[in-house]
Every structure is written in C-alpha cells, then in structure tokens.
C-alpha cells in the first residue's frame, strides 16, 4: 500500500481524483496528509471532506520551507509524494 502527501494549492481535481481512485479500490493507497501554501485552496477543502489531515505552509522562505516540511512530514509514514499541480504556464 502506498501512504501518500499530496501537494496541492488550486481546486483539487487531481486530489479528488486520487481520492475517488482510493475508494473504487482502483488504487492501493491512503492519502496520510494533503500539504497547501493556499490557505484559500479548495483542494483543502476536499481534503477535510475526506478526513484527510491537512497542512498549510506560511512560508515564503525556502530553506524554512523545508524544515517546516520536514518536522511536518516526520509524523507520517509516507512513501510516496504526489504534485497536483498543473501549472498554466506550463502549457503551450
């Protein structure tokens, strides 16, 4: 079984979709924590319907980032980590 944290900061579709996934049995894995730097996300919001644990990064800093990440992350047993994030930008 794969124990997941998912990056997510837009609506979550990608996020609802995994969800759905996990509960068509489609996929092995439980979702341990959903991790946003949009406190406004509404991929947070599919998480607590979940009751999916979620996690906001205030940070701005990168190297605070990642210790904030990592003292967060050190209370999962996570062994894989999903970016659902499709940047517009990114598509031409």
Not at 12 to 35: C, F
């Given at each position: ?7 997510a ?16 049995k489609e996929?092995?894995a ?21 009751n999916?644990p ?14 904030e ?5 050190s ?18």
């Amino acid at each position: 079984m794969y124990h997941l944290v998912v990056f997510a900061s837009g609506n979550g579709s990608t996020l609802q979709a995994i969800i759905d996934s996990i509960g068509n049995k489609e996929l092995v894995a439980k979702i341990e924590l959903v991790v946003s730097n949009n406190s406004n996300s509404y991929a947070l919001e599919r998480a607590k319907l979940a009751n999916i644990p979620t996690y906001i990064i205030q940070s701005k800093d990168f190297n605070k980032i990642d210790l904030e990440l990592s003292k967060v992350l050190s209370n999962y047993s996570i062994n894989l980590i999903v970016l659902a994030r499709i940047f517009k930008d990114d598509w031409s």
